[in-house]
């Protein structure tokens, strides 16, 4: 796998970003995919993720309620809907896949592919 983030920005605290987590080489159906964020002077935190089994989802409670993950068949792609962001939000956004897993783990050690990490700032 060949993982690429999208989305990332500059945003008002209050507003949205949608994050898209693709693979260059095709879908990513058959992966526990899990979203993750590394903000300056703090530990890399999981924030969401989705099971390639029956999509069942997970959420830190950082940003339960708030942010929703999903997969995008159409376009092959998982997603992140990030509403009601504050600037504690802000970090580098990374999406991870594993292919072995029935549900999904927020944390970072069993996860084999990474991106390249996009920037999510929201300005207060």
């Known amino acids: 796998l060949q993982l690429v983030e999208s989305g990332g920005g500059l945003v008002q605290a209050g507003g949205s970003l949608r994050l898209s987590c693709g693979d260059s080489g095709g879908a990513l159906d058959n992966y526990a995919i899990g979203w993750f964020r590394k903000a300056p002077g703090k530990e890399r935190e999981g924030v969401a993720c989705i099971s390639s089994s029956d999509n069942s989802t997970w959420y830190a409670d950082s940003v339960k309620g708030r942010f929703t993950v999903a997969r995008d068949y159409g376009k092959k792609q998982v997603f992140l809907q990030m509403d009601s962001l504050n600037p504690e939000d802000t970090a580098i956004y990374y999406c991870?896949?594993?292919?072995?897993?029935?549900?999904?783990?927020?944390?970072?050690?069993?996860?084999?592919?990474w991106g390249q990490g996009t920037q999510v700032t929201v300005s207060s």
């Open positions: 991870a896949a594993e292919g072995l897993f029935v549900g999904c783990v927020l944390f970072a050690d069993p996860y084999d592919y």
